[in-house]
């Protein structure tokens, strides 16, 4: 952006003005990031320490399982399907330990296996069905419903 801004006061494209109030709006916006990071460790040793989550590394079986999950053509980045490779793996250890109540909470719709209408997309619902992981789209975990049978 900076670059970009040389450019276009070069150009006539941005006046003084218009160069000096993005330069402020981009120095706050850097500052903030740099705060934020400096918060980011705390963040996450708080989490951490949540009861209810679990934080895991990804093992060996994880990331077999993300190899695996190549050749059903999902159409994931390469992190989202290594974040699924973990969950599914997990799950199945959780399942195997005796939960039955197992549930994942994506906000983001890559992995949500419903599309953009709601509509189910079944090879992605199918693994999630198979190891009994029932997939939230919001962090209050109320939607969408769990059905009574599940």
Same mark, same amino acid.
């Given at each position: 952006?900076?670059?970009?801004?040389?450019w276009?006061r070069?150009?006539?494209?941005?006046?003084?003005?218009? *160069?000096?109030?993005t330069?402020?709006?981009?120095?706050?916006?850097?500052?903030r990031e740099?705060? *934020?990071?400096? @918060?980011?460790?705390?963040? &996450?040793?708080? =989490?951490?320490a949540?009861?209810g989550? /679990?934080? &895991?590394? =990804?093992s060996? $079986?994880?990331?077999?399982?993300? !190899?695996?999950?190549?050749?059903?053509? =999902?159409? =994931? $980045? %390469?992190?989202?399907?290594?974040?699924? !490779?973990?969950?599914?793996? @997990?799950?199945?250890q959780?399942?195997?330990?005796?939960?039955?109540?197992?549930?994942?909470?994506e906000?983001?719709?890559?992995?949500q296996?419903?599309?953009?209408?709601?509509?189910?997309? /079944? @090879?992605?619902?199918?693994?999630y069905d198979?190891?009994?992981?029932w997939?939230?789209?919001? &962090?209050?975990?109320?939607? %969408?419903?769990?059905?009574?049978e599940?």
């Open positions: 952006m900076r670059q970009f801004l040389l276009a070069d150009e006539c494209v941005v006046n003084a003005g218009e *160069d000096e109030t330069r402020r709006v981009l120095d706050l916006m850097e500052g740099k705060a *934020d990071l400096g @918060r980011l460790d705390d963040a &996450f040793q708080t =989490l951490k949540a009861e989550i /679990e934080i &895991f590394n =990804l060996q $079986q994880m990331l077999e399982r993300c !190899a695996d999950l190549s050749y059903l053509k =999902l159409g =994931l $980045q %390469p992190f989202d399907q290594a974040i699924l !490779a973990a969950i599914l793996v @997990r799950g199945e959780l399942l195997s330990e005796g939960a039955d109540d197992i549930a994942f909470c906000v983001d719709s890559d992995l296996p419903w599309d953009k209408d709601q509509n189910r997309m /079944e @090879r992605l619902a199918e693994l198979k190891v009994r992981i997939v939230y789209g919001d &962090f209050l975990l109320q939607a %969408p419903a769990k059905p009574r599940w």
